[in-house]
Antibody
Framework: EVQLLESGGGLVQPGGSLRVFCAAS????????MTWVRQAPGKGLEWVSG????????YYADSVKGRFTISRDNSRNTLFLQMNSLRAEDTAVYYC????????????WGQGTLVTVSS | QSVLTQPPSVSGAPGQRVTISCTGS?????????VHWYQQVPGTGPKLLIY???NRPLGVPDRFSGSKSGTSASLAISGLQAEDEADYYC???????????FGGGTKLTVL
């Protein structure tokens, strides 16, 4: 069974940095592209970033480009999202997700980790 | 303003059929990119409901069906049940943004 477990969320001040993690199990992590999707409180889903199986190809939403960096460690079955220059509008639950068909379909999701940007 | 447009809410009585529309553009749905649908119960992560326009993952009841035409897609739910009450999102790829796009979500209320 595919399991995705996010962690690392918390309270951070505007302009600060935070790194969130996604521990994967139950599937061959190194064979699947991975994705971060976020959801602001009471709002809809927003795609944030995606990374290829080997980590050499990455995609970012315009809203986070230049501030967020996605990466992965296939030896540890772990996905990362480094978030810098955080803004109040980055406050959200961050979900990691993966799928059977490349970057753009999400068969499995984690339970999410909450990031709150506030002074 | 989401790239894919969904109605904010729909409702129906138990046993009835409802549909949720998802309208895009020539950069996403109209360009032939697949549409996927997700169900989200508040407080939980989303669940894939329909993939590649009209396919159901294993375990999803056949009461759920998807379709696509032109720049739009639809999710139909027949034989409404109380446990269908949730938020529903459509999603596709957008070539002008080089990334995934989601609809704004539709809240389904079972009366």
């Amino acid at each position: 069974e595919v399991q995705l477990l996010e962690s690392g969320g918390g309270l951070v001040q505007p302009g600060g940095s935070l790194r969130v993690f996604c521990a994967a199990s139950g599937f061959t992590f190194s064979s699947h592209a991975m994705t971060w999707v976020r959801q602001a409180p009471g709002k809809g889903l927003e795609w944030v970033s995606g990374i290829s199986t080997g980590g050499d190809t990455t995609y970012y939403a315009d809203s986070v480009k230049g501030r967020f960096t996605i990466s992965r460690d296939n030896s540890r079955n772990t996905l990362f999202l480094q978030m810098n220059s955080l803004r109040a509008e980055d406050t959200a639950v961050y979900y990691c997700a993966t799928g059977q068909d490349g970057f753009w379909r999400y068969d499995s999701w984690g339970q999410g980790t909450l990031v709150t940007v506030s002074s | 303003q989401s790239v894919l447009t969904q109605p904010p809410s729909v409702s129906g009585a138990p046993g009835q059929r409802v549909t949720i529309s998802c309208t895009g553009s020539s950069y996403n749905i109209g360009a032939g990119y697949a549409v996927h649908w997700y169900q989200q119960v508040p407080g939980t992560g989303p669940k894939l409901l329909i993939y590649a326009n009209d396919n159901r993952p294993l375990g999803v009841p056949d009461r759920f069906s998807g379709s696509k035409s032109g720049t739009s897609a639809s999710l139909a739910i027949s034989g409404l049940q109380a446990e269908d009450e949730a938020d529903y999102y459509c999603q596709s790829y957008d070539s002008s943004l080089s990334g995934s796009v989601f609809g704004g979500g539709t809240k389904l209320t079972v009366l």
